[in-house]
T-cell receptor, first 114, second 111 residues
Framework: DAGVIQSPRHEVTEMGQEVTLRCKPI?????LFWYRQTMMRGLELLIY????????DSGMPEDRFSAKMPNASFSTLKIQPSEPRDSAVYFC????????????FGEGSRLTVL | GQQVMQIPQYQHVQEGEDFTTYCNSS?????IQWYKQRPGGHPVFLIQ?????EVKKQKRLTFQFGEAKKNSSLHITATQTTDVGTYFC???????????FGKGTKLSVKP
């Protein structure tokens, strides 16, 4: 869906490095979500924002993870320092309100930490 | 922890065979959504079920919501290779919304 642009699409980094993943949602969304997907754990909700305010970050694995949404058109997920177990596909998703509350996902950022 | 149980985890079928995946919850759901993720792709919304006993169809796909609103199923008739992917359910438990996904059922179709 062109409604959510994620970057980078792929990143390979070394353990200990800082990683910043970016999400640019289209205007008009009301909530923004960060998910992590691995074979072992499936799709895990990390954090979500309503109107740019973090609502629930209980899914954030540990203090190495942080997420921000400085404005309605931009969000970041940062991992510092990164570890090999952080290797996963990270998805940003939005809802546009309305009746169904369906999630529109970006294409994801595939992170590999060596 | 996992809020819903999705079974089976994997399903291999011959093209033309039917396929069904089930999503079971221990608590009553407000509604349930289904998503499909193609290999290498991202989850894409398929449908939302709201009413007890609701049945909805999309071509060869039939979605059902249980009478008690604790389980749901997705049935594909006469599978095609384009049906390959992982099917996820996402229950809505009221105030928290559709935030948590099942582990998914990965469907492979042999031509």
């Amino acid at each position: 869906d062109a409604g959510v642009i994620q970057s980078p699409r792929h990143e390979v980094t070394e353990m200990g490095q800082e990683v910043t993943l970016r999400c640019k949602p289209i205007s008009g969304h009301n909530s923004l979500f960060w998910y992590r997907q691995t074979m072992m754990r499936g799709l895990e909700l990390l954090i979500y924002f309503n109107n740019n305010v973090p609502i629930d970050d209980s899914g954030m694995p540990e203090d190495r993870f942080s997420a921000k949404m400085p404005n309605a058109s931009f969000s970041t997920l940062k991992i510092q320092p990164s570890e090999p177990r952080d290797s996963a596909v990270y998805f940003c998703a939005i809802t546009l309100g309305g009746n169904t509350g369906e999630l529109f996902f970006g294409e994801g950022s595939r992170l590999t930490v060596l | 922890g996992q809020q819903v149980m999705q079974i089976p985890q994997y399903q291999h079928v011959q093209e033309g065979e039917d396929f069904t995946t089930y999503c079971n919850s221990s608590t009553t759901l407000s509604n349930i959504q289904w998503y499909k993720q193609r290999p290498g792709g991202h989850p894409v919304f398929l449908i939302q079920l709201v009413k007890s006993g609701e049945v909805k169809k999309q071509k060869r796909l039939t979605f059902q919501f249980g009478e008690a609103k604790k389980n749901s199923s997705l049935h594909i008739t006469a599978t095609q290779t384009t049906d390959v992917g992982t099917y996820f359910c996402a229950p809505n438990r009221g105030s928290q919304g559709n935030l948590i996904f099942g582990k998914g059922t990965k469907l492979s179709v042999k031509p």
